[in-house]
């Protein structure tokens, strides 16, 4: 069966270090994968795009790389700040245009 | 970034009355919209696929005659929950693609019901 799998339901760190979430997934061939960010009672925001012929992707603080070969993508976020507290979400894009299929989410806690 | 606009943001409601949630794109076409639920602590869920000019695509178990999705311009796309019952009591969000082909996905801010 088709999954896509956030490793942890919750990550805490302190301000200063680097967060990692990890999505994993299977029985997919993804054409993109995106993160999003989801503040409570919001919907979400988007991140950062990588395509499957792109193995590694920054913008600012934020990098994330994706593995095919291993079915999984990593999300960095560096010198985290207490506002980078949310949940964060994979999405995997099977063929542009489509709906987004979305993991469960890791929400991340940034303690000062 | 392109901005989808949802309303409203929550809506209390008596059970086995209708409600009736927008989802406007404000400053680009939207050829297909999709509606999504999300409970706590869960993913998000499709729901169904909102087509410009033509009937929406539902998912395996979402009930058409319960969640009319009616698409009649590039730019809104309404979802109507039909005779609500508490068990429908979530957290719905819409969101679109732009038609030239950017492949982000835009969200509304999401509409909170509660049926009571």
């Known amino acids: 069966s088709q999954k896509i799998e956030q490793n942890s339901e919750a990550l805490n760190i302190q301000e200063g270090k680097t967060a990692t979430l990890t999505c994993n997934y299977t029985n997919y061939s993804p054409a993109y994968l995106q993160w999003y960010r989801q503040d409570p009672g919001r919907g979400p925001v988007f991140l950062l795009l990588?395509?499957?012929?792109?193995k590694e992707k920054r913008k600012e603080r934020l990098k994330v790389t994706f593995d095919t070969t291993l079915k999984q993508s990593l999300f960095h976020i560096t010198a985290s700040q207490p506002a980078d507290s949310a949940t964060y979400l994979c999405?995997?894009?099977?063929?542009?245009?489509?709906?987004?299929?979305f993991g469960k989410g890791t929400t991340l806690s940034v303690s000062s | 970034g392109a901005v989808v606009s949802q309303h409203p943001s929550w809506v209390i409601c008596k059970s086995g009355t209708s409600v009736k949630i927008e989802c406007r794109s404000l400053d680009f076409q939207a050829t297909t919209m999709f509606w999504y639920r999300q409970f706590p602590k869960q993913s998000l869920m499709l729901m169904a696929t909102s087509n410009e000019g033509s009937k929406a695509t539902y998912e395996q178990g979402v009930e058409k005659d319960k969640f009319l999705i009616n698409h009649a311009s590039l730019t809104l796309s309404t979802l109507t929950v039909t005779s609500a019952h508490p068990e429908d009591s979530s957290f719905y969000i819409c969101s679109a693609r732009d038609v030239q082909g950017s492949t982000e996905a835009f969200f509304g801010q999401g509409t909170r019901l509660t049926v009571v």
């Open positions: 990588i395509r499957e012929n792109e």
């Open positions: 999405a995997l894009d099977e063929q542009a245009g489509t709906a987004l299929i």
